[in-house]
């Protein structure tokens, strides 16, 4: 997981919430807002970091030396 530790703006602590944020939004299908309700995400910047946050891991990893 490449999420950022905390928020760019305000400081708080998100990346904790990422695993649960993805699989119940993306593999459950359930609503972001009543999600980010549940983890306690009150903060539009903290928000924005869970819900625009790409994983690219996966793509950048076979880049990798040889």
Do not use: T
């Amino acid at each position: 997981m490449m999420i950022p530790i905390r928020c760019f703006s305000c400081g708080q602590v998100v990346a904790d919430k990422w695993e649960e944020y993805n699989e119940r939004v993306n593999k459950n299908g359930e609503d972001p807002v009543k999600v980010f309700s549940d983890l306690n995400v009150k903060r539009y910047c903290c928000r924005r970091m869970l819900a625009g946050h790409i994983d690219l891991i996966d793509e950048i990893i076979s880049y990798s030396r040889k």
